[in-house]
């Protein structure tokens, strides 16, 4: 393919998609190219949307089996994730000026600003990648640009326990927890594997349940027929239009949830969620970024500090809002897991998280606190 089309073609589109480009291509290539068939030209075109529309020379990437995360840290090697930790994909990008266009238009067919007055923005793909970029000179090795892949199909518990991310017990476990209705939070590091295991346990739940997703971008599917979705917006480039998280939560609650699902907790709307698994709405879950069981309850403590939450009222609904801690990790090999489920103990004003059962690859081990989340699956308390 021409690169001299590829530039006439950039050169014509406007920097934001919209629904007659690919018409637009087609035009082109049909007017530029010489007379080719159908099958040629619509190949053509194929190629072009996505050097042009897609993800330029990193949209192949996107597509290769396995890959959850393309890295660009400036001129030089491309990286990628495929579930083994961060590895050279092969493809070298060696002008700054290439990628800054790529990653300048990436942001723009997202709607947001990004050039030396806003170096960095942060922004989804129509087709729901996430894409992170920051320009220098606050990015000191050149133009970076992050890409997480959505998954291409949802997890199931049988799923993650044939990838060998969970034992068959502690899958019969964790369906328990979401029949029994518990408030739970899925823990672990970045790239843990939070978001697939929180859909696996969405699709267990019963049909007749009404799921309300609150999402700072969408990456949940679970496999339940009755989802509702919303979604928070950033600031548009005048800098209006923003709906946080916090919003969404409240009008959340107006829409009749069985379940109240936060994708992921980390600012103001963990006041309004805790608030909610304080007011009869049993079941609810969300993810949180923590390393270990014990940091939960600090974790907690500190976002909802920041959004003006006082120390014991945090700790107060925690206690009464929150009963299960299920907690993943990503081994140096690269392999997630499910490692076990905690119980969150506040009887004495302080909440603590305390190990139920412990997951390996043998099974399911219990711990301190097994006899109370059996009392609490059970019914009692």
Same mark, same amino acid.
């Given at each position: 393919?021409?690169?001299?089309?590829?530039?006439?073609?950039?050169?014509?589109?406007?920097?934001?998609?919209?629904?007659?480009?690919?018409?637009?291509?087609?035009?082109?290539?049909?007017?530029?190219?010489?007379?080719?068939?159908?099958?040629?030209?619509?190949?053509?075109?194929?190629?072009?949307?996505?050097?042009?529309?897609?993800?330029?020379?990193?949209?192949?990437?996107?597509?290769?089996?396995?890959?959850?995360?393309?890295?660009?840290?400036?001129?030089?090697?491309?990286?990628?994730?495929?579930?083994?930790?961060?590895?050279?994909?092969?493809?070298?990008l060696a002008a700054e000026a290439t990628i800054r266009t790529l990653a300048v238009r990436l942001a723009a067919?997202?709607?947001?600003?990004?050039?030396?007055?806003?170096?960095?923005?942060?922004?989804?793909?129509?087709?729901?990648?996430?894409?992170?970029?920051?320009?220098?000179?606050?990015?000191?090795?050149?133009?970076?640009?992050?890409?997480?892949?959505?998954?291409?199909?949802?997890?199931?518990?049988?799923?993650?326990?044939?990838?060998?991310?969970?034992p068959a017990a502690g899958a019969a476990l964790l369906r328990r927890i979401v029949a029994a209705r518990l408030?739970?939070?899925?823990?672990?590091?970045?790239?843990?594997?939070?978001?697939?295991?929180?859909?696996?346990?969405?699709?267990?739940?019963?049909?007749?349940?009404?799921?309300?997703?609150?999402?700072?971008?969408?990456?949940?599917?679970?496999?339940?027929?009755?989802?509702?979705?919303?979604?928070?917006?950033?600031?548009?480039?005048?800098?209006?239009?923003?709906?946080?998280?916090?919003?969404?939560?409240?009008?959340?609650?107006?829409?009749?949830?069985?379940?109240?699902?936060?994708?992921?907790?980390?600012?103001?709307?963990?006041?309004?969620?805790?608030?909610?698994?304080?007011?009869?709405?049993?079941?609810?879950?969300?993810?949180?970024?923590?390393?270990?069981?014990?940091?939960?309850?600090?974790?907690?403590?500190?976002?909802?500090?920041?959004?003006?939450?006082?120390?014991?009222?945090?700790?107060?609904?925690? +206690?009464?809002?929150? &009963?299960? %801690?299920? !907690?993943? #990790?990503?081994?140096?090999?690269?392999? @997630? $897991?499910?490692? =076990?489920?905690?119980?969150?103990?506040?009887?004495?004003?302080?909440?603590?998280?305390?190990?139920?059962? +412990?997951?390996?690859? &043998?099974? %399911?081990? !219990?711990? #301190?606190?097994?006899?109370?989340?059996? @009392? $609490?699956?059970? =019914?009692?308390w």
């Amino acid at each position: 393919m021409s690169r001299l089309l590829v530039e006439e073609v950039r050169r014509e589109l406007p920097p934001a998609p919209g629904p007659d480009d690919l018409r637009h291509l087609a035009h082109i290539v049909r007017t530029r190219g010489g007379p080719a068939g159908t099958d040629v030209v619509w190949d053509t075109v194929s190629r072009l949307a996505g050097e042009v529309l897609g993800a330029g020379p990193l949209e192949e990437l996107l597509h290769q089996d396995g890959v959850t995360d393309v890295l660009v840290n400036g001129p030089g090697e491309v990286w990628v994730d495929r579930g083994r930790g961060v590895e050279p994909s092969g493809l070298f990008l060696a002008a700054e000026a290439t990628i800054r266009t790529l990653a300048v238009r990436l942001a723009a067919s997202c709607g947001r600003r990004l050039d030396d007055a806003s170096p960095y923005a942060d922004a989804r793909l129509p087709d729901g990648t996430r894409v992170h970029a920051v320009l220098p000179p606050v990015s000191a090795q050149g133009t970076c640009i992050s890409l997480r892949v959505p998954p291409r199909r949802g997890f199931t518990l049988d799923r993650l326990v044939d990838l060998g991310a969970l034992p068959a017990a502690g899958a019969a476990l964790l369906r328990r927890i979401v029949a029994a209705r518990l408030a739970f939070v899925v823990i672990g590091g970045t790239g843990s594997g939070k978001t697939s295991v929180l859909s696996a346990l969405l699709s267990e739940v019963a049909p007749g349940e009404r799921v309300v997703l609150v999402e700072d971008a969408a990456e949940l599917r679970p496999e339940t027929p009755h989802v509702v979705r919303l979604e928070a917006r950033a600031p548009n480039v005048e800098g209006v239009g923003a709906v946080p998280l916090d919003a969404l939560v409240r009008q959340a609650l107006r829409m009749r949830p069985d379940r109240l699902v936060v994708g992921e907790v980390r600012g103001r709307e963990v006041v309004d969620l805790l608030a909610a698994l304080n007011t009869g709405h049993s079941g609810g879950a969300s993810t949180v970024h923590a390393n270990r069981v014990e940091h939960v309850p600090a974790r907690f403590e500190a976002m909802a500090t920041a959004a003006g939450l006082d120390r014991a009222a945090t700790h107060a609904q925690l +206690a009464a809002g929150l &009963d299960v %801690v299920i !907690a993943l #990790a990503r081994g140096p090999d690269g392999h @997630r $897991r499910v490692t =076990g489920v905690a119980m969150l103990d506040g009887r004495d004003g302080i909440v603590r998280a305390v190990p139920a059962y +412990a997951f390996s690859p &043998d099974g %399911v081990r !219990a711990q #301190a606190a097994a006899e109370q989340l059996e @009392r $609490r699956l059970a =019914g009692g308390w």
